[in-house]
């Protein structure tokens, strides 16, 4: 994979630049993007498919600009496709020899198949769990993935978009005959596609309803990349935005460059989750564009990352790889040492454990910022950039452990306003308790000390092998609420 890649997504409504760096083998981040509304399909699906001129003029001077940008960032790679829209059109060899001419820019028209697997990628990657149906609503089609143990297992397109349904139908007067045309399309679906509790969704519609619903029930985070809800408990709030006023969608949070096609579709989400019986949504933050930069990324590894790899920490130790790299591999094996020896007293879960390995890996990246609010800078930093591969409270959770891993007690302020999003106290306490003891156990930085860790009668009881630690370790030790901790100097026998 090149340097510095671009993706272009063409896709029926709008068109976007997503420009990323690779960072490592696997690792990769965002380091520009651009979108337009070009809605290269409007004035198409009432005249045959033809793409019209005033859209194609936009089009071409939308890339123009995009190439630009390209240049000025020293893009080695592009990667273009265009989906629905152009797919669908009889002029679409001519569209894309215009571009090529105009723009210097290859693009690829991909079919629905293809579409679908780029979106099933995305999610299968970058989801906590992915384990489900992901659904991709375009301006011209959307597209359905079945998706199982972090593999495509399966992809169905269907003609329904926002954009093909307002030109089709104009209006919602005739919602009985738009209902009735999203049924029928729906009547063409694999049945392997139907009846499973998990939904993905994929793209601007349900990203931008997420957004709605976070909003109405006061989520106090500004995340929706796996941010997930059961649908009964939002179905009256979604059927009330189908039938909102501008005002309405407004004071919801919608933008207005959306207002004219999002409750198009609305409608169509309603019908495919009411229709097909889908409960759990999950919101993807990540769709084609990210599906087609790991098609490259991944192709030496049949486009899965490798096992217990998370992308987003992966990202973050690449840019800061001198001190952080070290101290993650000393921090984390000792996090876990910590961990096995408690885990029947708190009852702690594979789960914990891994929120363990991150928070301990991420422990001192903030001292890339500015040592002395080394805790606060890498709260910030967490809470930004540690995305994909963890849900959003699995990320809120090792952000504050990093945050309160300097002391042995903290001000429970510090959490009131994430509280929703945390386990109960005991499993929180028991968590920070291990962070905090596994900074103090990490103080010399040294990979090179043994100690052994053991839990017995209600005492963790850590043996040094290394005086000066056993020291530094001691005067540093506060006193834990949930803990008692004996510490044994062996050094001298």
């Not at 903290?410 to 999003?421: A, R």
Request: net charge neutral; aromatic share 10%.
């Amino acid at each position: 994979m090149s340097k510095i890649t671009a993706v272009i997504d063409f896709g029926s409504n709008s068109v976007r630049l997503v420009i990323y760096e690779r960072t490592s083998r696997f690792g990769f981040k965002t380091i520009h993007e651009s979108k337009s509304n070009v809605r290269i399909g409007e004035g198409a699906y009432n005249r045959n498919g033809y793409l019209q001129p005033e859209p194609i003029r936009k089009a071409i001077l939308t890339l123009k600009g995009f190439k630009t940008i390209m240049n000025s960032f020293k893009v080695n790679k592009i990667l273009a496709i265009a989906t629905s829209a152009v797919r669908d059109a009889p002029n679409q060899k001519e569209f894309v020899s215009i571009v090529k001419k105009e723009t210097e820019i290859n693009l690829k028209v991909i079919d629905g198949s293809r579409e679908a697997l780029l979106g099933g990628i995305a999610c299968a990657n970058l989801l906590q769990n992915s384990n489900g149906i992901s659904i991709d609503i375009g301006g011209g089609s959307t597209e359905f993935v079945l998706i199982d143990n972090r593999q495509v297992i399966a992809t169905h397109s269907l003609n329904l978009g926002t954009v093909r349904l307002k030109e089709l139908f104009v209006n919602f007067k005739t919602l009985d005959s738009i209902i009735s045309f999203i049924r029928n399309e729906l009547r063409s679906l694999p049945d392997e596609f139907k009846n499973i509790d998990n939904l993905i969704g994929i793209g601007g519609t349900i990203r931008a309803l997420s957004k709605a619903i976070q909003q109405q029930i006061g989520y106090p985070l500004d995340r929706v990349h796996g941010y997930t809800y059961i649908y009964k408990d939002q179905a009256e709030f979604i059927n009330k935005l189908i039938f909102a006023d501008k005002t309405m969608l407004l004071e919801a949070g919608f933008k207005k460059d959306r207002l004219d096609v999002i409750q198009w579709g609305l409608i169509i989400f309603k019908e495919i989750v009411e229709t097909l019986e889908y409960k759990n949504i999950t919101t993807s933050g990540a769709g084609i564009r990210e599906g087609l930069l790991l098609k490259d990324l991944l192709k030496s590894v049949k486009y899965k990352f490798p096992e217990n790899f998370n992308p987003s920490l992966r990202n973050i130790l690449d840019d800061f790889p001198a001190q952080s790299e070290k101290y993650a591999k000393i921090s984390s094996k000792i996090a876990e040492q910590l961990f096995y020896a408690l885990q029947e007293k708190f009852e702690l879960t594979n789960e914990h454990l891994l929120i363990l390995r991150y928070t301990s890996k991420l422990l001192e990246i903030g001292v890339n910022v500015d040592f002395y609010g080394n805790t606060k800078n890498g709260f910030y930093m967490i809470l930004n950039r540690f995305i994909y591969g963890v849900s959003p409270e699995n990320a809120i959770l090792v952000a504050l452990l990093v945050r309160l891993s300097g002391k042995a007690s903290f001000n429970q302020l510090v959490i009131e306003e994430y509280k929703s999003l945390l386990p109960a106290d005991k499993i929180f306490h028991a968590l920070h308790s291990i962070i905090y003891l596994t900074k103090l156990l990490t103080i010399n930085y040294s990979n090179e000390i043994e100690f052994n860790i053991n839990f017995n009668k209600g005492i963790l009881i850590i043996t040094f092998n290394n005086a000066s630690l056993f020291h530094m370790v001691g005067e540093e030790l506060e006193e834990l609420e949930n803990i008692l901790v004996e510490l044994v100097d062996e050094s001298q026998s």
